[in-house]
């Protein structure tokens, strides 16, 4: 025996004696940590004094109340919907072409492809920002709305991708084949084959980048002038400037959103592919 | 556009029904694009641009192209076409100011990441080999991810302030207040808060890929389970550790929202020195200077990660 295995020996002794208790003491921490401040934000919503009082004096529906009656938060959540909802048909659309054609076709720039189709994950989002409203509002003077859209496509491309190219890569091209040499042709093929097959795959894909455009918020701080606010811009304004504690039911709109469609995209593909960001 | 990409439109918003429609319009409509196919089956070429072609042009002229775009601009003095110049990097590069900020934030994204690997390791490797609920599990860590970043942070506005959630707490227990908001402090938890989701997930990944066998094999050999773990565990494992830390490093690098929200004044992070350039100073092209030193960052820690071995496409799960 080394003096190394010497003297680490208590500690194997002990990380083997109580391994298990440490991994449910590691998984019940780190579960808190990430749930609390959401139960948080949750309960202080409901929390009759406003943002500071904790424990609330009293329980209360008045923010609720109070959000529904402003107009100014129902137009950012509308505002959100308009860039969000065409952003993510795009996006699903763009993200299939990307995956049927890297899935099918070897092309000089295939790799190229997948690459451009990743970046946008990794360039630091400030960066891309700031190319994007130099870009678009700068040399090709873009309207707002439309930097915007194109914005959120480019922000949720790389998403949508990685959930609707494993579905199309582990599809059994056997069927089509089935399909082919049945007499119909490629389009027939496709529709009635292959998109029922892949079409768990691309819906999720689908709701993922809608709860990443509705979240949007870096490039849309950038690229958009001083019009209407989406709702993280408005957000974002209230936190700075302003805070009311409406915010607070704000936060549970987000959340509401997330988890409906996050489950939902769970429901009809794996969770291992959502968990990939 | 293409035939095959017009059609997930449509099975996407009919509900994928498998069975044609067949009125008439339909059938003219089939019939034209029968007529396409049979056209795309003789070019193979033309096939795969009619489908390769848009997303690729889309991302290589409103994504790759603006990048370009900045770079130029950061040449540029005062406005964009302004005279070429390469003063906006040597007022950047000669400013102990700007220098601080930059080692400040290479400071906090070296700390942040080293948090979030090692919790965030560890909880991967609790949740793969001593978790039966392992979906559960990786569902309840990765839903926070998908809320709003800002939201995230007003919590910890709400926890961190004085006399807020924390401190109550604190108070009720009989122990003094802290007031943690507006301190370094303050920065680390909220981008721990942020990125351990994203984190464990090429930590789970490639300790799921991670044959069990071996770690059997090591303890018949007689190591220990933190010999086994060193020897073993996370050598195997260490391109799914060097994406995660590629994952958090940059990001936090380029990040303005958690230290404007959570920092304060003593915390300025480079992010913030660029939205300030946009957002009140409109200096265009000093931002974009300042992007492109954010970006020079970013590119060698890619390189350096692709030379350990971490995959640079590996944005999740493909780490085996």
């Known amino acids: 025996m080394s003096v190394i295995d010497r003297v680490t020996a208590p500690f194997e002794r002990f990380t083997q004696t109580h391994a298990s208790r440490m991994a449910t003491a590691v998984i019940v921490g780190v579960l808190a940590f990430l749930w609390l401040p959401i139960g948080v934000l949750v309960f202080m919503s409901f929390a009759d004094g406003g943002v500071l009082s904790f424990p609330p004096d009293e329980l209360t529906l008045r923010w609720y109340r109070v959000f529904l009656a402003n107009d100014a938060a129902l137009d950012a959540i509308v505002t959100t919907l308009t860039i969000s909802v065409p952003a993510t048909g795009i996006t699903v659309t763009l993200a299939t072409m990307i995956a049927y054609a890297v899935d099918r076709y070897v092309f000089p720039g295939r790799s190229w492809l997948q690459l451009l189709a990743t970046l946008p994950i990794i360039v630091p989002l400030v960066v891309t920002g700031v190319a994007m409203v130099l870009f678009f509002n700068g040399t090709l003077g873009l309207p707002d709305y439309v930097s915007v859209v194109i914005a959120h496509v480019i922000r949720t491309i790389p998403f949508a991708t990685l959930v609707i190219l494993p579905t199309f890569m582990s599809f059994d091209r056997g069927l089509e084949e089935a399909s082919k040499d049945l007499g119909a042709d490629e389009f027939e093929t496709f529709r009635q084959v292959t998109l029922p097959n892949v079409f768990p795959g691309v819906v999720a894909g689908g709701l993922l980048a809608f709860t990443l455009s509705f979240n949007e918020f870096v490039y849309t701080y950038f690229v958009k002038g001083s019009g209407d606010p989406t709702l993280p811009v408005y957000i974002w304004n209230q936190i700075r400037y302003n805070v009311t504690p409406e915010v607070n039911v704000i936060s549970v709109v987000f959340l509401a959103v997330a988890v409906t469609m996050v489950l939902a995209a769970v429901s009809l593909t794996r969770v291992e592919l959502i968990a990939r960001r | ?320």
Do not use: C, H
């Not at chain 2, 964009?80 to 220098?99: C, E, K, M, P």
């Not at chain 2, 309840?140 to 926890?159: D, E, G």
């Open chain 2, 1 to 320: 556009m293409t035939e095959p990409s017009r059609s997930d439109d449509g099975g996407a918003g009919s509900g994928g029904d498998p069975e044609p429609v067949t009125d008439g319009g339909s059938a003219a409509v089939d019939g034209r694009v029968s007529d396409l196919t049979a056209f795309l089956r003789e070019r193979p070429r033309l096939r795969t641009l009619s489908i390769a072609g848009p997303p690729y042009g889309i991302l290589v002229f409103f994504f790759a192209i603006p990048l370009l775009a900045m770079l130029v601009v950061s040449f540029q003095a005062d406005q964009i076409g302004g005279a070429w110049t390469l003063g906006n990097y040597v007022d950047f590069l000669t400013s102990d100011t700007y220098l601080t900020v930059v080692w400040r934030t290479f400071l906090i994204s070296v700390q942040v990441t080293a948090i979030v690997a090692a919790v965030g390791y560890a909880l991967a490797y609790s949740i793969v080999r001593f978790s039966r609920r392992t979906t559960l599990l990786l569902l309840l860590v990765i839903l926070p991810f998908w809320t709003s970043y800002i939201i995230r942070m007003y919590a910890w506005i709400n926890i961190l302030q004085s006399d807020g959630v924390l401190d109550s707490i604190l108070n009720l227990v009989g122990l003094p207040a802290v007031g943690l908001l507006y301190t370094k402090t303050a920065v680390l938890i909220g981008f721990t808060y942020v990125w351990l989701p994203l984190a464990v997930l090429p930590f789970y990944a490639s300790l799921t890929n991670l044959d069990g066998d071996l770690i059997e094999a090591s303890k018949d050999l007689g190591a220990g389970p933190i010999r086994t773990f060193l020897s073993v565990t996370l050598p195997m494992t260490i391109n799914g550790v060097i994406t995660g830390i590629v994952l958090v490093f940059i990001p936090t690098f380029g990040s303005f929202i958690t230290p404007r929200l959570l920092g304060g004044t003593n915390n300025v992070m480079i992010g913030m020195v660029i939205e300030n350039q946009f957002k009140s100073a409109f200096n265009w092209p000093f931002g974009a200077a300042i992007g492109m030193v954010i970006s020079v960052v970013v590119v060698a820690l890619l390189l350096l990660a692709t030379r350990f071995g971490g995959g640079l496409f590996g944005a999740g799960g493909e780490t085996s």
